[in-house]
C-alpha cells in the first residue's frame, strides 16, 4: 500500500463507530470474550496495546471473533509491526512515528494510526501521506484546545485522541470537525475484565455509542 492508501484504510476503521476500545490484556484467555462483550454493544475496532506477554496471543485470540477488528497498539518498531502482523492484527497504532516504523508498516500492507501532538509532527506526516493521525497523550498535550487550533491551519488532517479520554470528556472530543473517534480504557475497565463482567462491558460499550 501507499501512504496514502494506509491512511485512507485506517480513516475507514476509525469511522466505523465513535470509541476504539484500548485494551491492556494481561490474560490471552480473557481476549475472546472481552472482544465479543465489545462487539456485542457496538465497538468492534479494538486496540490490543503491546505492552503485556500475552498481547499477541491476545491479538491472535481475538481475531478470530467474529466481528472484531483487531490492531495493535504502543507499535514502535518494525519489529512489533511484523509480529503484530503475523499475530493477526488488521491495523496497527502508535504513540509516535519513525521513518523506519512507517516504512515497515507500507511494506506490510498493514494500516497504521501514528501518533502527533504538534503542527510539524502532523505537517511531516501529511507530507508523506498520512492524514488520519492519533493525538496523543490528548489531555496531556492540551486536549480540546489544541484540537481546535490545529484544525485552522491544518484542515486536512483528522485525529483520533487517546489519553485522558473518558466518558466524561469524550463527546466534547468528538463534536470537533477534526476528531473522526477517540480511544479510550474506560470502556474496558481492569476491575471488569478481572471479574469477567462481560454484560457490564457490553453496557459501557452500548453508553460510548450513544456519544454520536
Same mark, same amino acid.
Given at each position: 500500500?501507499?501512504?496514502?492508501?494506509?491512511?485512507?484504510?485506517?480513516?475507514?476503521?476509525?469511522?466505523?463507530?465513535?470509541?476504539?476500545? =484500548?485494551?491492556?490484556?494481561?490474560?490471552?484467555?480473557?481476549?475472546?470474550?472481552?472482544?465479543?462483550?465489545? =462487539?456485542?454493544?457496538?465497538?468492534?475496532?479494538?486496540?490490543?496495546?503491546?505492552?503485556?506477554?500475552?498481547?499477541?496471543?491476545?491479538?491472535?485470540?481475538?481475531?478470530?471473533?467474529?466481528?472484531?477488528?483487531?490492531?495493535?497498539?504502543?507499535?514502535?518498531?518494525?519489529?512489533? !509491526?511484523?509480529? !503484530?502482523?503475523?499475530?493477526?492484527?488488521?491495523?496497527? =497504532?502508535?504513540?509516535?512515528?519513525?521513518?523506519?516504523?512507517?516504512?515497515?508498516?507500507?511494506?506490510?500492507?498493514?494500516?497504521?494510526?501514528?501518533?502527533?501532538?504538534?503542527?510539524?509532527?502532523?505537517?511531516?506526516?501529511?507530507?508523506?501521506?498520512?492524514?488520519?493521525?492519533? +493525538?496523543?497523550?490528548?489531555?496531556?498535550? *492540551? *486536549?480540546?484546545?489544541?484540537?481546535?487550533?490545529? !484544525?485552522?491551519?491544518?484542515?486536512?488532517?483528522? +485525529?483520533?485522541?487517546?489519553?485522558?479520554?473518558?466518558?466524561?470528556?469524550?463527546?466534547?472530543?468528538?463534536?470537533?470537525?477534526?476528531?473522526?473517534?477517540? *480511544? *479510550?480504557?474506560?470502556?474496558?475497565?481492569?476491575?471488569?475484565?478481572?471479574?469477567?463482567?462481560?454484560?457490564?462491558?457490553?453496557?459501557?460499550?452500548?453508553?460510548?455509542?450513544?456519544?454520536?
Amino acid at each position: 500500500m501507499t501512504p496514502q492508501q494506509i491512511s485512507l484504510r485506517t480513516r475507514q476503521l476509525c469511522a466505523v463507530a465513535p470509541v476504539i476500545p =484500548v485494551l491492556v490484556i494481561e490474560d490471552a484467555t480473557q481476549a475472546a470474550p472481552l472482544a465479543q462483550a465489545l =462487539v456485542a454493544g457496538g465497538l468492534p475496532v479494538l486496540e490490543v496495546t503491546l505492552r503485556t506477554p500475552a498481547a499477541l496471543e491476545a491479538i491472535a485470540a481475538v481475531s478470530k471473533v467474529k466481528g472484531a477488528i483487531v490492531g495493535a497498539g504502543t507499535v514502535l518498531t518494525p519489529e512489533d !509491526a511484523l509480529a !503484530a502482523r503475523a499475530a493477526g492484527a488488521q491495523f496497527a =497504532v502508535s504513540p509516535g512515528s519513525t521513518p523506519r516504523l512507517l516504512e515497515a508498516c507500507e511494506a506490510l500492507d498493514l494500516p497504521l494510526l501514528p501518533g502527533a501532538v504538534t503542527a510539524t509532527e502532523a505537517m511531516l506526516l501529511l507530507e508523506r501521506g498520512y492524514d488520519m493521525l492519533k +493525538f496523543f497523550p490528548a489531555e496531556a498535550s *492540551g *486536549g480540546i484546545a489544541i484540537l481546535k487550533a490545529l !484544525a485552522g491551519p491544518l484542515p486536512n488532517v483528522s +485525529f483520533c485522541p487517546t489519553g485522558g479520554v473518558s466518558l466524561a470528556n469524550a463527546g466534547d472530543y468528538l463534536r470537533l470537525p477534526n476528531t473522526v473517534c477517540v *480511544g *479510550g480504557s474506560w470502556v474496558a475497565p481492569d476491575d471488569a475484565i478481572d471479574a469477567r463482567d462481560w454484560e457490564r462491558i457490553t453496557g459501557l460499550a452500548r453508553d460510548a455509542c450513544r456519544l454520536v
